[in-house]
Each structure stands twice: as structure tokens, then as C-alpha cells.
């Protein structure tokens, strides 16, 4: 597995934005501060949450802005895992996701474990940005008898 990114001061935040193109209002910072300072995946929904209870007042419209602007300029990573929630990751090296369905937690994988093989013939024009490999996962079904 990864380690952990590690969390970041709100200076050290402030710099991160700028060096992206991201204009370090406060709430930006601590929508970021949060996320690295948790260094695990979240929903803009427990961001939001995490944010006020640190004293910040924000708006979810700014928390969600903040999040695509972030993601975006290649600040963070968005994680589609489930269809109906999106996950935001502090780390944003190549890498790929174990989705636990029950608890809805997303885990890091190293891509160094993962090896993709036959790949399709790509559409003339384009090259290949990257590959996102998520494996869901839940409890094993315990069969009677």
C-alpha cells in the first residue's frame, strides 16, 4: 500500500494553490488543509462537514467549487467509485483504489501492484492520459449447508 500523504501546514497549503494557479482565498485553504491534513480520501459532503467543524465558515456551493477548481489544476485527484458520491485524494501520483461497497471506504493500491494488460487500439489523435483501476469489494456471501 502507499503511505499516507503528509499533512501540510496552511503557509505550506497556500504555496501548493499558488504553484497550481489557484488563487489562496481562505476557505480554499482550509478545504485543502483539511484534505491533506486528513490524507485520506473524502466526499466533498464530509469535507464540507470537516471544514465547519474547524471553525470555518464556508457554504457547500464553495466547498464543491473548491474541489472541482483543485481538481482541476491537478491539486487533488477526483475518485469515481461510486456512482453516487465522489471522492477527492490528496495524492495525486499514479496509483489505483480499493473500494470497500459496505463501508464505502477507498483504499490506495500501489501501481506497482497492479499490472494492466491488452490495452484497445487507441482513437487516432489522441494518447492514453492514464488508467484508473478501481476494485470493488464487499463481505464474502457465507453459503449454508
Do not use: C, W
Not at 496552511?10 to 488563487?23: K, T
Not at 473524502?42 to 474547524?54: F, G, H, P, R, T
Not at 487500439?121 to 483501476?133: N, Y
Amino acid at each position: 500500500m502507499l503511505s499516507r500523504i503528509r499533512p501540510h501546514s496552511e503557509s505550506e497549503i497556500g504555496d501548493l494553490l499558488r504553484d497550481h494557479g489557484v488563487h489562496p482565498t481562505a476557505q480554499r485553504v482550509a478545504v485543502a488543509y483539511a484534505l491533506f491534513n486528513r490524507g485520506t480520501h473524502l466526499a466533498a459532503e464530509d469535507l464540507y462537514q470537516l471544514v465547519k467543524s474547524n471553525g470555518t465558515r464556508v457554504s457547500k456551493a464553495t466547498v464543491y467549487n473548491t474541489l472541482g477548481a483543485l481538481a482541476k489544476k491537478g491539486v487533488i485527484r477526483e475518485v469515481i467509485a461510486d456512482p453516487n458520491r465522489v471522492f477527492y485524494d490528496p495524492n495525486t501520483s499514479p496509483h489505483h483504489h480499493f473500494y470497500n461497497e459496505t463501508t464505502g471506504e477507498l483504499t490506495d493500491i500501489s501501481v506497482t501492484e497492479v499490472e494492466v494488460t491488452g490495452l484497445p487500439q487507441l482513437p487516432t489523435g489522441v494518447e492514453l492520459h492514464g488508467i484508473d483501476v478501481i476494485f470493488r469489494l464487499r463481505p464474502k456471501k457465507i453459503r449454508a449447508g
